[in-house]
């Protein structure tokens, strides 16, 4: 592995475990807004307010935010994706050619072989590089689509917190 490939690797390790803290944090805080949310539209029931007619308001607006803002991050972070997937088709043409070229000027059926073989082996070792590469924009956009709505429900068990 290329320092590179050992960097994306860590990266990849460190977004995993952000995005299981993430999705921890949604989890629990998810319970405690739609828990607080459901006594305050129990209690509108039997005594209509202001406040929950306000906060039935701001559910509907904050979910609209962070779906706009989710889809703008994973917008953003896909072109690094669709630009690293594309340096690559271009790096794989270039080397093809180069691959055929050293085939060509095999001298026997033996070199031919071990030429193939040491073509494969790159191969590979790119294939793996590009994999990882891949891997850690993928998480970038994943994270990137995630932090809106963890940044809203968070802020929101905050808010609703009973004696908060």
Known sequence: MSPNDRANAERIRQQAASAARQVHEITVASAAVISERLTIGAKALHAPSIAAATEAGTMIAEKAGASLASGVALARSSVAFAAEASSYALRETASLGGGIADLAGSRSPIEAGLVQGEAAARFFGRALSHSLALTAL????????????HAGVVANAKRLKPGG
């Not at 998480?139 to 709505?149: E, Q, R, S, T, V």
């Open 138 to 149: 993928s998480m970038d956009m994943g994270l990137a689509a995630l932090n809106p709505f």
